[in-house]
C-alpha cells in the first residue's frame, strides 16, 4: 500500500517538478533525533542530516517547541518593521563570532554568498578594487554571481557567459593565491573544509597564510560557513578551530534546523559598508526563521554539542580509519569533526543504494568520496551503527566486485 504512495508520487514528482534532481528514492513521512522513517515505516539512521542542515537532529523538541510557538503568534512582518527575535540572533551570532559587528538575515547559502561578495565589491570599490580570488573546486551556490565563484566548472557548464570578477586559485597553495591576487583583488573567499569538493580541509598553515597576507595586502578574507559552519566542525565557525580572524563569512543550511535560512556576517570595521538601500530582502531574518535558529543557538551551547562534534568525530574517524587496511579501495579519512569523507577509489554514489537498504542515509561528494554528516547530537552507539553499516555494505561491494579488497 504505502510502496504504492511512493510510487504515485515519484510519477506526480517527475511530471511536474523540474528534473534538476532525478527522481528522489525514498519517501521519508517523518523524522526523530538521528532516525528517519520511510512510508513503510521502516527506520534509517541519518548521517547526512539533510545535507548538513539537521544539525540537532530531526525535529528537536526545542526547535519544534520555538517553532509552533512562534507560528501561534506572529510569522512574517516584512524589514520595514521589528520583530522579537532578530536583534537578539544577530546581537548572540555577533558575541560568539567577532566580539563587534554586524548580521544580515536572508534565507540560503547562495544568496548568503552573494551578500559577501557584494560587502567586498562595495568594499573595494572605495579604491577602485572589485575582483575576488576563489578557489579551485570549491563550491559557493547556484546563483549567478556564486556560480561564477565556484571552482568546480562542472556546475557553471552550459550557463556562460559567467559574471567577471573573480580569480582562481589553488586550494590550499599560498603561493598560487599569491599569483591570483593583483591590483585589483577587494577580497579572498574559501571553505575552511571543501564540502561539495570531497570534504578537504584547508591546511592550518594555509588558512594562517592567508590570513597574514590578506592583512598585509589589505584585502578581505571571508569564509564561506554555510556547509561547515554552526558547529559541524567542533567549533561554531570551522575559521575558529584555525585561530584566524576573517573579515566576514556566510552562514545558513544548518542555522535554523531545516528552516531555510542564511545569514553574513562582517566585523567591526565593514559594518557601516552595506547603508540604507543598497541590499535588502523581504524574507531575511523572519520572526520564525530567526525564533527557530534562536533555539539552535541556544541548544548547541547549553547541550555542550561544540564538545560532542569534536569528541564523536574522533571516536568515528578512529573507527572508519580501520577500514582503509581491510579494503584496498578505502583509501583515506579526511575531514574535521563530524565533518568527514571516505575516500574510496571507485564513485562514491555506487555505494549509497548499500548503505541505505541496510538504513544508513549518507552522501557523496567529489566523485569518490562518501560524505559523512550526522547531527551534532550522535552519539557512540550512533557511530558504531553506522559503521557496522558501512563494514556490511564494503563487505556486499567487494563480493559483488568477485571479492576484490
Ligand atoms: C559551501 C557551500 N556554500 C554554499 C552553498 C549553497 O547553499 P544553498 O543551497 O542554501 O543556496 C552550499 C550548498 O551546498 C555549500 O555547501
Not at 577602485?128 to 579551485?136: C, H, K, L, S, T
Not at 563494514?391 to 566486485?401: D, M, P, Q, T, V
Request: charge should be positive; aromatic fraction near 8%; proline fraction near 3%.
Amino acid at each position: 500500500m504505502k510502496q504504492d504512495t511512493t510510487k504515485k508520487l515519484q510519477k506526480l514528482y517527475e511530471k511536474n517538478v523540474m528534473n534538476t534532481y532525478g527522481t528522489p528514492a525514498v519517501l521519508f513521512v517523518r523524522g526523530g533525533g538521528v532516525n528517519l522513517y520511510d512510508a513503510n515505516r521502516r527506520k534509517y539512521l541519518d548521517f547526512s542530516s539533510g545535507i548538513s542542515v539537521c544539525n540537532l537532529g530531526h525535529c528537536h523538541p526545542a526547535v519544534t517547541e520555538a517553532i509552533c510557538r512562534q507560528a501561534q503568534t506572529l510569522v512574517h512582518v516584512s524589514n520595514l518593521f521589528l520583530n522579537e527575535n532578530s536583534p537578539r540572533l544577530a546581537e548572540l551570532i555577533v558575541k560568539k563570532t567577532f566580539g563587534k559587528g554586524r548580521v544580515f538575515f536572508c534565507n540560503s547559502g547562495a544568496e548568503a554568498n552573494e551578500g559577501l561578495i557584494k560587502l567586498a565589491r562595495k568594499w573595494g570599490n572605495a579604491t577602485g578594487r572589485n575582483e575576488i580570488v576563489a578557489m579551485e573546486n570549491s563550491f559557493h551556490g547556484r546563483t549567478l554571481a556564486t556560480l561564477a565563484a565556484t571552482g568546480r566548472s562542472k556546475y557553471r557548464e552550459g550557463f556562460n557567459p559567467d559574471m567577471p570578477g573573480f580569480k582562481f586559485a589553488k586550494f590550499n597553495d599560498l603561493k598560487s593565491v599569491k599569483k591570483a591576487i593583483g591590483p585589483k583583488t577587494c577580497a579572498v573567499i574559501l571553505e575552511a573544509v571543501q564540502g561539495e569538493g570531497g570534504i578537504l580541509p584547508a591546511d592550518e598553515e594555509f588558512v594562517k597564510g592567508l590570513d597574514k597576507l590578506c592583512k598585509e595586502k589589505d584585502i578581505l578574507l571571508m569564509f564561506d560557513e554555510v556547509q561547515c559552519g554552526m558547529g559541524r566542525t567542533g567549533t561554531l565557525c570551522a575559521w575558529q578551530g584555525y585561530g584566524v580572524k576573517p573579515d566576514a563569512f556566510s552562514f545558513a543550511k544548518a542555522i535554523a534546523n531545516g528552516i531555510p535560512m542564511g545569514a553574513f556576517v562582517c566585523n567591526e570595521r565593514l559594518s557601516g559598508v552595506l547603508t540604507p538601500g543598497t541590499h535588502g530582502n523581504t524574507f531575511g531574518g523572519n520572526a520564525l526563521a530567526t525564533a527557530a535558529s534562536l533555539a539552535v543557538f541556544e541548544t548547541i551551547y547549553k547541550d555542550k554539542l561544540l564538545d560532542n562534534a569534536k569528541e564523536m568525530g574522533a571516536y568515528l574517524r578512529g573507527k572508519l580509519e580501520k577500514f582503509i587496511g581491510k579494503y584496498d579501495f578505502v583509501k583515506e579519512v579526511r575531514g574535521r569533526g563530524l565533518m568527514l569523507g571516505v575516500v574510496l577509489d571507485f564513485p562514491a554514489k555506487d555505494i549509497l543504494p548499500i548503505l541505505r537498504e541496510k538504513g544508513l542515509v549518507a552522501l557523496s561528494a567529489g566523485e569518490v568520496v562518501l560524505r559523512l554528516l550526522p547531527p551534532l547530537i550522535v552519539k557512540r552507539e550512533d557511530c558504531d551503527k553506522a559503521v557496522r553499516i558501512i563494514g556490511a555494505a564494503f563487505k556486499e561491494y567487494s563480493a559483488s566486485k568477485g571479492g576484490r579488497k
